[in-house]
């Protein structure tokens, strides 16, 4: 089987940590793949926060996702404190990938890889529009 291959960046943009809840957990007692991509959507929303953005407003455009790549490397239990980060990849002038890396925090150990591709957008209008400068000057580190 071909498996999905996910390069993280060197440059991080943003860091967050979080605890594995006990609803997080499925069948298998470990990390729900469902759940670890909401952890991501998460800390997409708090990078965006940490930026005095919104998904569903930078500078009047909104974002949505046009695909999703995770790779899962180890499992997560209840209790264990995860770090996402995220970085981005390729960029165009209306989206780019971001891209994560959650950790055990404890262990250092790789839960995951995965990938995002976002695109900017005017829900009223309903088209992709050029991505806000604002974003551009944060996904260069300014």
Do not use: W
Not at 118 to 133: E, G, S
């Amino acid at each position: 089987m071909a498996r999905i291959r996910i390069s993280f960046p060197e440059t991080t943009l943003f860091t967050h940590e979080l605890a594995v809840r006990i609803t997080d957990l499925n069948y298998g007692n470990h990390l729900a793949h469902d759940t670890l991509v909401s952890l991501l959507h998460e800390a997409r929303a708090r990078f965006f926060r940490m930026h005095e953005m919104e998904e569903g407003d930078v500078d009047g455009a909104g974002v949505i996702l046009t695909d999703l790549a995770v790779s899962y490397r180890t499992q997560a239990f209840f209790g264990q404190a995860l770090r996402v980060e995220i970085g981005v990849g390729s960029t165009s002038s209306r989206g780019c990938e971001l891209l994560y890396r959650v950790t055990n925090k404890k262990s250092g150990d790789l839960v995951a890889l995965a990938s995002t591709g976002i695109l900017f957008f005017d829900y009223a209008a309903n088209k992709v529009v050029t991505m806000p400068p604002r974003f551009a000057s944060v996904l260069a580190g300014n």
